[in-house]
Antibody, heavy 115, light 111 residues
Framework: EVQLLESGGGLVQPGGSLKLSCAAS????????MSWVRQAPGTGLEWVSS????????WYADSVKGRFTISRDNSKNTLYLLMNSLRVEDTAIYYC????????WGQGTLVTVSS | DVVLTQSPLSLAVTLGQPASISCRAS???????????LNWFQQRPGQSPRRLIY???NRDSGVPDRFSGSGAGTDFTLKISRVEAEDVGVYYC????????FGQGTKVEIK
């Protein structure tokens, strides 16, 4: 079955760090660009970051540039998002999505930034 | 940044009746490669988003044919020909021509 499974969310204090993971299965992971999209409570969707299948290029929304780092391990079929200097406004469900057109989504993992 | 403006933001529809959602972009979504990267997503209550339509009018696999997308340039529309109970949720347009931005979402309910 083709699926994405996120993990690593939780409660963290402002200024703290967290690393999210997204395990992919059912497709040739290394052939696809992958993305992170987030959704703050009760609000809409916001693209966060994307990375090419070959690890060669990555892109970030201005709101997270310099604080978040996307990476992937194609040998483990896993996408990551390292989040540093977290702010209250980063509180959201973080979804992993396939390609830059988001044709497949995971179930999401909740990140709460609060003191 | 490209801004996508959806209307209406909320829609109450009688079962079996049509529904239409507009998505207007602040600039043309025609890419330099000639394609228009405008997608539509459905998010049912308590679920992850699901892509319905890509590149304006192409339905994803498994999407019922009562869903259709149309438009060009800066004006786009998602139509549901006959609303069913399972169509309740929030619908988002998204452009992938100039980075990535989403519309605010349109909530569809049953009247």
């Amino acid at each position: 079955e083709v699926q994405l499974l996120e993990s690593g969310g939780g409660l963290v204090q402002p200024g703290g760090s967290l690393k999210l993971s997204c395990a992919a299965s059912g497709f040739t992971f290394r052939s696809y660009a992958m993305s992170w999209v987030r959704q703050a409570p009760g609000t809409g969707l916001e693209w966060v970051s994307s990375m090419r299948g070959s690890n060669s290029s990555s892109w970030y929304a201005d709101s997270v540039k310099g604080r978040f780092t996307i990476s992937r391990d194609n040998s483990k079929n896993t996408l990551y998002l390292l989040m540093n200097s977290l702010r209250v406004e980063d509180t959201a469900i973080y979804y992993c999505a396939r390609t830059g057109d988001f044709d497949l989504w995971g179930q999401g993992t909740l990140v709460t930034v609060s003191s | 940044d490209v801004v996508l403006t959806q209307s209406p933001l909320s829609l109450a529809v009688t079962l079996g009746q049509p529904a239409s959602i507009s998505c207007r972009a602040s600039q043309s979504l025609v890419h330099s490669d000639g394609s228009t990267y405008l997608n539509w997503f459905q998010q049912r209550p308590g679920q992850s988003p699901r892509r319905l339509i890509y590149k304006v009018s192409n339905r994803d696999s498994g999407v019922p044919d009562r869903f259709s997308g149309s438009g060009a340039g800066t004006d786009f529309t998602l139509k549901i020909s006959r609303v069913e109970a399972e169509d309740v949720g929030v619908y988002y347009c998204m452009q992938a021509t100039h980075w990535r931005t989403f519309g605010q979402g349109t909530k569809v309910e049953i009247k």
